[in-house]
């Protein structure tokens, strides 16, 4: 059951569940996608799982956009406040991820580790390939079509045909692809144009000393084999592992060896040495 936290001047609507280490889970276009991994028994049963809504998503307030990648990291350091939670392992997926690091470069004494399922930096080459597929997604939604939006955009970033991504997406999240649907003015009109503005150099990289996994799906597009790339290349203390038979929707697609991997890495990490 969601309840709400006023961080901010918004509202946001968060589920914590469980007990043991704090893990917030922060999502991009799909507002519940961290649901598949949240239910795996090597996360559910070891920590308390913080997930939410990002302001625009479901019920969570909406904003005029862009909303900045740096204003969402403020969002979930007040909604760490708001759970009295002062140090927490940070998760992220896709453009989640990013907001994951920009927490770690403004407040690092609130994260412990993160865990980075395929960070969406759009200043790395594979992106303007992405984006070349992704275009047309941009024009349907221009014209007023947004399931047509979302279904191109979906199918891009998995690198699935549309019949195919959306099945996986209703058997494992019943709902979701409706959903998107309806935050679709968000998704192109506020969450896009800010991860667009944002930049994360590998000096910023090398500023994050917190233990990271970064984790990325074998058959995924080359703009996240690029990010994980650079954040190999430049950040002190990340370590790097591939799942099987996955693509960008990887917690989606396979979220049993990410729960593990990602429980493994926590094993290795505690908040209490």
């Known amino acids: 059951m969601m309840k709400t936290a006023s961080v901010n001047g918004v509202e946001l609507e968060y589920e914590s569940v469980g007990t043991g280490e704090p893990v917030l889970l922060i999502s991009p276009v799909l507002a519940d996608g961290f649901v598949p991994l949240v239910a795996e028994r090597a996360l559910a049963d070891r920590c308390r799982l913080v997930v939410y809504h990002k302001r625009g998503w479901v019920g969570s307030t909406r904003t005029p956009g862009p909303v900045t990648v740096a204003e969402h990291a403020a969002d979930a350091s007040a909604l760490l406040d708001h759970l009295g939670i002062a140090r927490a392992h940070i998760a992220g997926h896709s453009s989640g991820a990013a907001v994951a690091l920009q927490l770690a470069i403004d407040h690092p004494e609130k994260v412990h580790s993160l865990v980075l399922l395929e960070p969406s930096l759009l200043t790395v080459p594979g992106a303007q390939a992405f984006f070349a597929k992704a275009g047309p997604a941009f024009d349907a939604f221009a014209a007023g079509d947004r399931e047509q939006a979302i279904a191109i955009f979906l ?92 693509g960008h929707l990887l917690h989606i697609q396979n979220p049993q060896p990410v729960a593990r991997a990602f429980s493994a890495f926590l094993d290795r990490n505690p908040i209490q040495a």
């Open 155 to 246: 199918a891009a970033a998995s690198g699935l045909p549309w019949d195919e991504c959306r099945a996986i997406l209703e058997a494992r999240m019943p709902g979701s692809v409706a959903q998107s649907i309806k935050d679709a003015d968000t998704f192109f009109g506020v969450e896009l144009p800010g991860l667009q503005q944002w930049t994360f150099t590998p000096e910023q990289a090398a500023q994050v000393r917190q233990p990271t996994l970064s984790i990325l799906g074998k058959q995924t597009e080359p703009l996240w084999v690029d990010v994980d790339a650079l954040l190999r290349s430049a950040m002190p203390n990340i370590v790097s592992t591939t799942i099987q038979d996955a």
